[in-house]
């Protein structure tokens, strides 16, 4: 009887030890160091707590932030911002930020956080699986764009995506229509052109539609009017013509107007300054003339210059003056001798010889 009390005594202090043993493995968890170890001493600050407790601290089972982190702070876009980097609002389609200190109601998110949201780019892609790669043509227009061309707003409109307006062509018929078939007449015209005629731009001109213009006739008349009757007098001319004379042009001019033009004088000091000043010497004469002298009409050698030079030229130096084919240019075969003497100048038949 006493060796079985014995056993049961030492039974159950070995299951109370066993108890006590199960009870100490269940609270010997993980520790918070080696949770920071794990996962990073910022987990508690992007969790939403301020602190991190003592690395020895143990859990029971896994740890948590819960029970390794302390001081909860509240959620705001700055904790948001330093968990998921200063670009979370461009990478999803916002422009900008909002404040840091901005309170989220838990955990932020990219609504709470970021604001602006991008338009959304559409493309002629879009445009043309839409309404087709015939659309422009079917709008005058030559040519498509290129598919990934972006466009300003949500919807793209066809002259992002098309391109190359075709010119919308009217005719003479819709000018007439327009207008009335007298309006060539009207304008000084003669005839009106074929009402098929194509015009270059989206309204027809009335010289693409009408043609032969008439002259637009002016008397001297209009001419006396618009600079007097002494225009003709003031300008050298003795007479004026009939008011009711038509000029050619819009507008006359002085001699389809006025007539008689009287002689004009020219002075010598005039001619040497139109012919230069050796036109005497050149002219066989030794010295100018007065300037100041008034000639008839246009001046000439023989009124300004003076003291005639006597001077034979030889066949030689007409050859170097005129060029050593003077003669077969003129129809001669031959020159004669060079020393040959001529009365003044000389000339072809003086110095050449044979004709051909």
């Given amino acids: 009887m006493m ?26 968890g993980q520790t918070c160091l080696a949770y920071f170890n794990q996962n990073g001493r910022s987990i508690c600050l992007k969790n939403g707590y301020e602190n991190t407790r003592n690395g020895k601290t143990q859990c029971q089972g896994k740890c ?22 200063r670009n979370i609002c461009k990478n999803n389609g916002y422009q900008r930020q909002r404040a840091p200190a901005t309170a989220c109601k838990t955990q932020c998110t990219v609504v709470e956080c970021c604001r602006d949201p991008t338009p959304a ?50 005719t003479c018929a819709d000018y007439f229509d327009a207008n009335g078939k007298q309006i060539c007449e009207k304008n000084g015209y003669e005839n009106r052109r074929n009402s098929s005629t194509e015009c270059a731009g989206k309204n027809c001109k009335i010289d693409e539609c009408c043609k032969n213009k008439k002259p637009e006739k002016t008397t001297c008349a209009d001419y006396f009017d618009a600079n007097g009757k002494q225009i003709c007098d003031k300008n050298g001319y003795e007479n004026r013509r009939n008011s009711s004379t038509e000029c050619a042009g819009k507008k006359c001019k002085i001699d389809e107007c006025c007539k008689n033009k009287k002689p004009v004088n020219e002075l010598c000091i005039e001619f040497y300054d139109r012919k230069g000043r050796s036109v ?77």
Wanted: net charge positive; aromatic share 6%; glycine share 6%.
């Fill in 3 to 28: 060796n079985l009390n014995l056993f049961t005594t030492v039974a159950a202090c070995i299951l109370m030890l066993s108890l006590q043993l199960q009870s100490a493995s269940a609270q010997g």
């Fill in 121 to 170: 780019k559409t493309t002629c892609a879009d445009y043309f699986d839409i309404n087709g790669k015939k659309i422009c043509d079917k709008n005058g227009y030559e040519n498509r764009r290129n598919s990934e061309t972006v466009c300003a707003g949500k919807n793209c409109k066809i002259d992002e995506c098309c391109k190359n307006k075709k010119p919308e062509k009217t």
């Fill in 64 to 85: 948590s932030p819960a029970a390794c982190c302390r001081t909860p702070i509240d959620f705001t876009c700055k904790i948001f911002f330093f968990n998921n980097g």
């Fill in 280 to 356: 005497c010497t050149d002219n066989g004469y030794a010295n100018r003339g007065s300037g100041k002298k008034e000639c008839d009409g246009k001046c000439d050698v023989k009124q300004c210059c003076k003291n005639p030079i006597k001077q034979d030229e030889t066949c030689s130096e007409f050859f170097d003056r005129k060029g050593e084919n003077v003669c077969k240019k003129n129809g001669y075969a031959d020159q004669r001798r060079g020393k040959r003497e001529c009365k003044e100048k000389c000339n072809v038949k003086q110095c050449c010889k044979n004709p051909i």
